[in-house]
């Protein structure tokens, strides 16, 4: 069944109280969760889930179920899960340093956007690094690029998200700048990003809610994957 997620509205939550809905041999399945699935190139969410026995079980990684729409929180190896059963309560509890990488270098990612006007056709974002490869010929500078990051993280643009219909982003198909990724359909509504005065573009990630928030992260690496690619790199300073 689908899972209600809570980190789409809220990515600064970081518990929340569940059902289980299904546990299989790769983990198990709530009715909400706070716990961010794979995708878009964005890492999935670490963490545990705690039962009212006070039993913990180790959450390595989270990916899209094989049903629409249903996240699954996948057991770290070796875990046992006899005695986890659905119907039972559970608080899910992400890895918060984790999050807050992804957040931070996510959003990093969108400024990067901004300053290299490019489409872009790859992208991963991680806990200790992010990369975006841009579909372009000219060379790229990485201290340019760092300074350009570093003056708009300063600026403290609000980042906020609103919705819009798949017929409005039919009607603006420039808002989409990957080629590689496109927003997810059939849902009949787009989420998107919006960097105040810098980036607008829908995006199904978990993000800071100022630029001040992201903090010191530089270009660590350009690199020139193909005669019309260019990969930048990110890390935290």
């Known amino acids: 069944m689908p899972t209600l997620d809570l980190f789409r509205d809220d990515a600064t939550l970081a518990t929340c109280s569940?059902?289980?809905?299904?546990?299989?041999?790769?983990?198990?399945?709530l009715d909400r969760t706070v716990f961010y699935p794979q995708g878009g190139g964005q890492a999935g969410d670490a963490g545990t889930l705690v039962r009212a026995d006070g039993a913990v079980l180790v959450i390595a990684d989270t990916k899209k179920g094989a049903e629409a729409g249903a996240i699954v929180h996948v057991a770290a190896p070796g875990a046992d899960l006899s005695g986890w059963q659905v119907g039972q309560v559970v608080e899910a509890r992400i890895d918060w340093e984790r999050r807050q990488a992804h957040r931070r270098f996510h959003t990093t990612t969108h400024l990067l956007c901004a300053l290299v006007p490019h489409a872009v056709d790859g992208c991963s974002i991680t806990a200790s690094y992010a990369r975006l490869?841009?579909?372009?010929?000219?060379?790229?500078?990485?201290?340019?690029l760092t300074a350009g990051i570093a003056r708009l993280v300063s600026e403290a643009h609000p980042v906020s998200q609103r919705w819009i219909t798949e017929d409005e982003l039919d009607a603006n198909p420039g808002l989409v700048r990957s080629m590689s990724v496109q927003p997810p359909r059939g849902a009949g509504r787009v989420r998107l990003i919006d960097i105040e005065g810098v980036d607008l573009q829908p995006c199904g990630g978990t993000h800071v809610g100022n630029t001040a928030e992201i903090g010191a992260v530089v270009v660590t690496k350009i690199e020139k994957k193909s005669a019309r690619t260019r990969r930048v790199v990110l890390g935290f300073a």
């Open 18 to 29: 569940a059902t289980i809905t299904a546990v299989s041999e790769v983990g198990i399945e």
């Open 133 to 144: 490869d841009f579909h372009m010929t000219e060379p790229l500078d990485k201290d340019v």
